[in-house]
């Protein structure tokens, strides 16, 4: 069974820096992609960024891109998220996810991805 579990969210200022940590367990192979979304307060769960366990390939939606990086520890079958520069519209519950995924990189379509973690929170604010 696969379980993912999320941690690393809290309460930062603007401009400042936080690390999100997912770990995953119950898959059989490296052939999954962990994907980073998040939702705000009435408004659609969105992608941040994903990265390919087998090849390590990422991407990273526009308004993330230079300011977050997404990483793996296969060892630890951990997903970290560093999140700097942080703006005010970060703010939101952030989510990891998992889908088995044999080819290349999955995409930042939440409705691809079957396992969901709890949610962290990411509150931005002065």
């Known amino acids: 069974q696969v379980q993912l579990v999320e941690s690393g969210g809290g309460l930062v200022q603007p401009g400042g820096s936080l690390r999100l940590s997912c770990a995953a367990s119950?898959?059989?192979?490296?052939?999954?992609?962990i994907g980073w979304f998040r939702q705000a307060p009435e408004k659609e769960r969105e992608g941040v960024s994903c990265i390919s366990i087998s090849d390590g390939s990422t991407v990273y939606a526009d308004s993330v891109k230079g300011r977050f990086t997404i990483s793996r520890d296969n060892a630890k079958n951990t997903v970290y998220l560093q999140m700097n520069s942080l703006l005010l519209e970060d703010t939101a519950v952030y989510y990891c996810?998992?889908?088995?995924?044999?080819?290349?990189?999955?995409?930042?379509?939440?409705?691809?991805?079957?396992?969901w973690g709890q949610g962290t929170q990411v509150t931005v604010s002065s």
């Open positions: 119950g898959f059989s192979s490296d052939y999954y992609s």
């Open positions: 996810a998992a889908v088995s995924w044999p080819g290349g990189i999955a995409t930042m379509i939440p409705h691809d991805y079957d396992y």
